[in-house]
Protein backbone atom coordinates (compact mmCIF):
# COMPACT_ATOMS: atom_id res chain seq x y z
CA UNK A 1 0.00 0.00 0.00
CA UNK A 2 1.34 3.35 -1.07
CA UNK A 3 2.02 6.45 1.36
CA UNK A 4 -0.09 9.50 1.05
CA UNK A 5 2.06 13.24 0.21
CA UNK A 6 1.34 14.26 3.91
CA UNK A 7 3.27 10.87 4.85
CA UNK A 8 6.25 11.40 2.20
CA UNK A 9 6.05 15.55 3.33
CA UNK A 10 6.56 14.34 6.95
CA UNK A 11 9.19 12.15 5.98
CA UNK A 12 11.44 15.00 4.07
CA UNK A 13 11.10 17.07 6.93
CA UNK A 14 12.39 14.01 9.28
CA UNK A 15 15.41 14.09 6.65
CA UNK A 16 15.67 18.02 6.84
CA UNK A 17 15.89 17.77 11.00
CA UNK A 18 18.37 14.44 10.13
CA UNK A 19 20.90 16.47 8.47
CA UNK A 20 20.55 19.88 11.06
CA UNK A 21 21.26 17.46 13.33
CA UNK A 22 24.97 16.32 11.87
CA UNK A 23 25.72 19.70 10.63
CA UNK A 24 23.42 20.97 7.67
CA UNK A 25 24.44 21.93 4.16
CA UNK A 26 28.35 21.86 5.57
CA UNK A 27 27.94 17.95 6.26
CA UNK A 28 29.30 15.56 3.99
CA UNK A 29 25.41 14.78 3.81
CA UNK A 30 23.91 17.85 3.31
CA UNK A 31 26.21 18.10 0.53
CA UNK A 32 25.77 15.51 -1.02
CA UNK A 33 21.73 15.74 -1.02
CA UNK A 34 22.11 19.69 -2.09
CA UNK A 35 19.48 20.38 -3.89
CA UNK A 36 17.63 17.09 -3.77
CA UNK A 37 15.05 17.74 -1.08
CA UNK A 38 13.46 20.71 -3.09
CA UNK A 39 13.41 18.20 -5.99
CA UNK A 40 11.29 16.11 -3.81
CA UNK A 41 8.94 19.12 -2.47
CA UNK A 42 8.35 19.97 -5.92
CA UNK A 43 7.42 16.15 -7.01
CA UNK A 44 5.36 15.59 -3.99
CA UNK A 45 3.79 18.95 -4.79
CA UNK A 46 3.10 18.59 -8.21
CA UNK A 47 3.31 14.98 -8.89
CA UNK A 48 6.47 14.62 -10.59
CA UNK A 49 9.02 12.17 -10.88
CA UNK A 50 11.97 13.80 -10.99
CA UNK A 51 15.53 13.64 -9.59
CA UNK A 52 18.75 15.00 -9.38
CA UNK A 53 20.39 12.68 -11.88
CA UNK A 54 17.54 13.49 -14.39
CA UNK A 55 18.12 16.60 -14.10
CA UNK A 56 22.03 16.33 -14.20
CA UNK A 57 21.46 13.89 -17.00
CA UNK A 58 19.18 16.30 -19.32
CA UNK A 59 21.43 19.40 -18.35
CA UNK A 60 24.41 16.94 -20.08
CA UNK A 61 23.11 16.70 -22.91
CA UNK A 62 21.55 19.93 -23.64
CA UNK A 63 24.74 20.97 -23.07
CA UNK A 64 26.18 17.94 -25.43
CA UNK A 65 23.61 19.34 -28.15
CA UNK A 66 24.77 22.94 -27.77
CA UNK A 67 28.31 21.70 -28.33
CA UNK A 68 27.45 20.10 -31.49
CA UNK A 69 25.62 22.87 -32.62
CA UNK A 70 28.69 25.62 -32.04
CA UNK A 71 30.85 23.30 -33.57
CA UNK A 72 28.31 23.02 -36.56
CA UNK A 73 27.81 26.91 -36.84
CA UNK A 74 31.84 27.48 -36.38
CA UNK A 75 32.12 24.97 -39.21
CA UNK A 76 29.46 27.11 -41.53
CA UNK A 77 30.87 30.27 -40.30
CA UNK A 78 34.63 29.21 -41.45
CA UNK A 79 32.88 27.82 -45.25
CA UNK A 80 30.99 31.60 -45.63
CA UNK A 81 34.47 33.56 -44.70
CA UNK A 82 36.31 31.00 -47.57
CA UNK A 83 34.06 31.59 -49.94
CA UNK A 84 34.04 34.88 -49.34
CA UNK A 85 37.68 35.48 -49.73
CA UNK A 86 37.21 33.42 -52.45
CA UNK A 87 34.86 35.59 -54.11
CA UNK A 88 36.79 38.47 -53.49
CA UNK A 89 39.76 37.07 -55.16
CA UNK A 90 37.57 36.68 -58.09
CA UNK A 91 36.42 40.10 -58.22
CA UNK A 92 40.01 41.35 -57.61
CA UNK A 93 40.92 39.31 -60.65
CA UNK A 94 38.53 40.60 -62.84
CA UNK A 95 38.81 44.18 -61.77
CA UNK A 96 42.67 43.69 -62.38
CA UNK A 97 43.79 46.10 -59.55
CA UNK A 98 47.06 47.21 -59.39
CA UNK A 99 49.22 48.74 -57.16
CA UNK A 100 49.70 52.80 -58.41
CA UNK A 101 51.94 53.99 -55.38
CA UNK A 102 51.56 56.27 -52.62
CA UNK A 103 49.48 59.75 -52.50
CA UNK A 104 51.00 62.80 -53.98
CA UNK A 105 53.64 63.95 -57.01
CA UNK A 106 56.55 62.10 -55.04
CA UNK A 107 57.31 58.69 -56.29
CA UNK A 108 58.03 56.29 -53.70
CA UNK A 109 61.02 55.20 -55.32
CA UNK A 110 62.11 58.78 -55.56
CA UNK A 111 62.16 58.93 -51.59
CA UNK A 112 63.68 55.64 -51.16
CA UNK A 113 66.37 56.50 -52.74
CA UNK A 114 66.89 60.02 -50.85
CA UNK A 115 66.61 58.52 -47.18
CA UNK A 116 68.66 55.44 -48.40
CA UNK A 117 71.87 58.04 -48.94
CA UNK A 118 73.94 57.56 -45.90
CA UNK A 119 74.16 61.62 -45.17
CA UNK A 120 70.79 61.52 -45.40
CA UNK A 121 68.81 62.39 -42.24
CA UNK A 122 65.28 62.19 -40.80
CA UNK A 123 64.14 65.38 -39.69
CA UNK A 124 62.07 65.64 -35.85
CA UNK A 125 58.55 67.66 -36.26
CA UNK A 126 61.00 70.88 -34.49
CA UNK A 127 63.77 70.75 -37.36
CA UNK A 128 60.48 70.09 -40.39
CA UNK A 129 58.84 73.22 -39.37
CA UNK A 130 62.30 75.50 -38.97
CA UNK A 131 62.36 74.71 -42.75
CA UNK A 132 58.94 75.78 -43.59
CA UNK A 133 58.76 78.88 -42.11
CA UNK A 134 62.17 79.87 -42.94
CA UNK A 135 61.74 78.95 -46.56
CA UNK A 136 57.92 79.45 -47.05
CA UNK A 137 56.93 81.80 -43.97
CA UNK A 138 54.38 79.04 -43.18
CA UNK A 139 53.19 79.70 -39.26
CA UNK A 140 54.86 77.03 -37.25
CA UNK A 141 52.27 76.42 -34.62
CA UNK A 142 49.39 75.61 -37.19
CA UNK A 143 51.83 72.72 -39.29
CA UNK A 144 51.33 69.05 -38.98
CA UNK A 145 54.12 67.18 -40.03
CA UNK A 146 52.74 63.80 -41.60
CA UNK A 147 54.93 60.84 -41.34
CA UNK A 148 52.86 58.27 -43.86
CA UNK A 149 50.70 58.66 -46.79
CA UNK A 150 48.13 56.94 -48.30
CA UNK A 151 49.12 54.29 -50.51
CA UNK A 152 46.69 52.77 -53.73
CA UNK A 153 45.30 50.40 -56.23
CA UNK A 154 43.84 51.07 -59.47
CA UNK A 155 41.54 48.99 -61.21
CA UNK A 156 40.66 48.40 -65.31
CA UNK A 157 37.68 51.27 -64.92
CA UNK A 158 40.51 53.93 -62.96
CA UNK A 159 38.70 53.48 -59.72
CA UNK A 160 40.97 53.45 -56.92
CA UNK A 161 40.65 52.57 -53.38
CA UNK A 162 42.93 52.57 -50.42
CA UNK A 163 44.98 49.69 -49.81
CA UNK A 164 47.52 50.58 -46.63
CA UNK A 165 49.93 53.75 -45.57
CA UNK A 166 53.21 54.34 -46.60
CA UNK A 167 56.21 55.64 -44.87
CA UNK A 168 57.16 59.13 -45.76
CA UNK A 169 59.17 60.77 -42.58
CA UNK A 170 60.99 64.10 -43.36
CA UNK A 171 64.04 63.94 -44.31
CA UNK A 172 66.72 66.11 -45.20
CA UNK A 173 69.78 65.64 -47.65
CA UNK A 174 70.50 69.03 -49.28
CA UNK A 175 69.03 72.28 -49.53
CA UNK A 176 67.89 70.86 -53.21
CA UNK A 177 67.31 67.39 -51.90
CA UNK A 178 64.78 66.70 -49.31
CA UNK A 179 61.50 65.89 -48.63
CA UNK A 180 58.52 67.30 -45.92
CA UNK A 181 54.74 66.14 -46.44
CA UNK A 182 52.92 68.41 -43.75
CA UNK A 183 49.25 70.21 -43.45
CA UNK A 184 48.47 74.18 -43.29
CA UNK A 185 44.88 75.35 -42.26
CA UNK A 186 43.07 71.81 -43.89
CA UNK A 187 45.17 72.06 -46.87
CA UNK A 188 48.06 69.04 -47.41
CA UNK A 189 51.84 69.92 -48.78
CA UNK A 190 54.33 67.85 -50.70
CA UNK A 191 58.03 69.82 -50.28
CA UNK A 192 60.24 67.96 -52.32
CA UNK A 193 63.66 68.95 -53.35
CA UNK A 194 62.33 72.88 -52.22
CA UNK A 195 59.93 72.58 -54.62
CA UNK A 196 56.29 73.13 -52.76
CA UNK A 197 53.39 71.23 -54.36
CA UNK A 198 49.46 71.00 -53.03
CA UNK A 199 48.18 67.90 -52.76
Not at 156 to 177: C, F, I, M, S
Request: with cysteine; net charge negative; charged share 35%.
Amino acid sequence: MGVSKAQERQALEQIREIIKEVGGIDSYIGMALEGCLEIAEDNIANDFGCSMKQRAEKAQADADSFQKSTEKLSDELDKAKKEIDSLKQQLDTELEWKDCGAEGSVRQEDYNRLVQQSDTRFLTDKEAKEILYDLYGFAKEKLVIQKTVPAYQINRHHQLRKTGEVERRPAYNATDWNYIRFDCGGVSYELYNDSLELI
